[in-house]
């Protein structure tokens, strides 16, 4: 383009500020050819594309030099052309590569600046120098632009808006669907191996279908970085460590049975390595195939490293709430329905030494009957409480613990006193069931662990908390010879509620004060 600009410009300027003008019209008309031939045999060849590079340079440093001999004046192209070679080493080759060019073309200029000049007038060779000093300051400005395009490619973001993974589906199926969106890939093929395995799966996505086999070994080929193959021509191409392009043979990197297997052809090979297993992505069909999809490479490997990683985060995540859930409905259940069996066996057994006894145990039956229809009720309270809104009001919480209070005091034949100092408020649905299953903890515990004959309940509000004090004239709790110690389930009920507790002991009496957060959200 530049070279047929400048043609363009010979041909209708009719008084033009060049000095050869013929010379350099041939010159920039064979450049013309040079390059429109050029065009046409890299256009879909990355291979050539690849190995033309350096020649194609030095052409053109060529014609940079020829111009400096032959032009003079503003509408001399130098500064164009010097601007397209240090944009083109720097694309590329990157800094290093820049950096020579900037020097050699300096050189060149410089010289030839000198040559032309020779007739000793001190305003040529001035400006000669002036330009000089000019493409220096340029060279340093193009030179950053291929350091910083060389750590952009060797630092490929992590993160990027690649794909999310879907947790019904493998993340290497998402993965390679994602890849060949982002390569505009017509068909690919991902082998991954998860460690300690000693099969790999091989997800081929072609013609709009996805399928699934296994195959037996370790890998297709030896990847260590991307790389583009042409199996037919035995190719491959790909960048070492100072992003200079090597040239290598496809079939010492792919294996040949595989790639047959696979249909693999000709296109772009990713390695992928993660924690958990690591794989090889071909993908194949893309348009416009060329040195550049390297980099593009890298990045898609760093894209499904992401999304590999993501999928293993949100499934453990998923398994820790559903771990969480079922410790709490066991506990749930464990404090609603296992403590009142427990107390109803408590019940029983004083009703069989009455029996022994001689007396009448019917009302007492009936009683136990009622508790049990009672207990019935509770637990499809409770059940609704799982499915109901998230919140209730704080004066229905109350009335709740007031009667299961009186329940328990004749499931365990023992004295409950419950009492309230609330305001009208709104709590969760959790806390409702957590402070049912800690009044139901803490009575029964009393009794069993402590022999306790009453036990008070006290219920106030704080700043965002709700108080529980459980007060007992039972014994102090076993494993602890000072103040005793809390019992596990209790605790841990407090710990899973996310509350506080103290206990403490004295004047013959045991008091256990819960703190819960009124405000949590579950």
Same mark, same amino acid.
């Given at each position: ?29 064979? %450049? ?41 004046? %503003?509408?001399?192209? %130098? ?34 600046? @000198? ?38 490619? @060797? ?24 890849? $060949? /969106? &982002?390569?505009?890939?017509? *068909? ?17 996505? +072609? ?7 296994? @195959? ?12 583009? %193959? ?5 190719? !491959? ?55 550049? /999809? #390297? ?5 898609? &490997? ?11 985060? $949100? #499934? !453990? ?16 259940? /464990? ?9 109803? !066996? ?36 409770? =059940? ?40 009208? @408020? $709104? ?21 069993? /662990?402590?022999?306790?004959? *009453?036990?008070? #309940? ?29 019992? +596990?389930?209790? *605790? ?22 819960? *703190?819960?957060? =009124?405000?949590?959200?579950?």
């Amino acid at each position: 383009m530049l070279a047929t600009l400048f043609v363009f410009a010979l041909w209708f300027d009719m008084d033009p500020v060049f000095e050869r003008a013929s010379t350099v019209a041939f010159l920039l008309a064979g %450049y013309v050819i040079f390059a429109l031939a050029l065009v046409a045999t890299t256009w879909k060849d990355w291979w050539l594309d690849a190995r033309l590079a350096g020649p194609a340079h030095a052409v053109d440093v060529i014609v940079f030099t020829a111009l400096i001999a032959f032009t003079e004046g %503003y509408d001399s192209p %130098y500064f164009t052309f010097f601007t397209f070679l240090l944009l083109a080493a720097a694309i590329r080759w990157g800094w290093r590569a820049t950096t020579l060019t900037a020097i050699l073309l300096m050189a060149l200029y410089l010289t030839a600046g @000198m040559v032309v000049s020779g007739s000793g007038e001190q305003s040529t060779v001035h400006d000669f120098v002036d330009r000089t000093g000019h493409l220096v300051i340029l060279s340093f400005v193009l030179i950053w632009f291929g350091v910083n395009r060389w750590r952009a490619g @060797m630092h490929p973001l992590e993160t990027s808006a690649f794909t999310e993974p879907v947790l019904d589906e493998s993340p290497v199926a998402t993965g390679l669907r994602a890849a $060949m /969106h &982002a390569a505009d890939s017509g *068909s690919g093929v991902l082998v991954w191996r998860e460690h300690g395995k000693n099969h790999a799966d091989v997800f081929v996505a +072609r013609d709009g279908d996805l399928t699934l086999s296994q @195959m037996s070994g370790k890998a297709i080929g030896a990847i260590a970085t991307p790389f583009l %193959y042409d199996l037919d021509n035995d190719r !491959a191409l790909t960048r070492d460590e100072e992003r200079n392009l090597r040239g290598l043979s496809a079939r010492d990197l792919i294996q040949a049975k595989p790639a047959k297997e696979f249909r693999l052809r000709d296109g772009l090979a990713v390695p992928i390595k993660t924690g958990s297993g690591e794989g090889e992505l071909f993908l194949e069909d893309v348009p416009n195939l060329s040195v550049d /999809h #390297i980099d593009i490479g890298a990045s898609i &490997a760093s894209d499904i490293v992401g999304l590999v990683e993501r999928h293993a985060l $949100m #499934i !453990a995540i998923e398994e820790s709430a559903e771990a969480r859930s079922r410790l709490t409905l066991a506990r749930d259940l /464990h404090d609603s329905v296992v403590q009142f069996l427990a107390g109803t !066996a408590f019940r029983l057994e004083a009703l069989k030494r009455d029996l022994n006894a001689g007396r009448d145990v019917q009302p007492d039956l009936n009683h136990l009957k009622q508790l049990m229809l009672q207990e019935q009720g509770e637990l499809r309270s409770f =059940i609704a409480a799982l499915r109901s809104a998230p919140q209730i009001e704080l004066e229905a919480l109350v009335q709740d613990l007031r009667s299961l209070a009186s329940r328990l005091a004749q499931q365990w034949d023992v004295f409950c006193d419950f009492s309230a100092e609330t305001t009208d @408020m $709104m709590v969760p649905t959790r806390l409702q069931l957590d402070t049912q299953h800690l009044v139901r903890e803490a009575v029964a515990n009393a009794v069993r /662990h402590a022999g306790a004959k *009453s036990v008070t #309940i006290k219920l106030r509000t704080e700043a965002q908390k709700l108080r529980l004090d459980f007060i007992n004239d039972g014994t102090r709790y076993p494993n602890s010879p000072l103040t005793g110690e809390l019992p +596990r389930s209790l *605790s841990e009920r407090v710990k899973l509620a996310g509350g506080e507790f103290e206990l403490s002991r004295g004047m013959g009496v045991t008091r256990i004060s819960v *703190s819960l957060p =009124i405000g949590r959200v579950n």
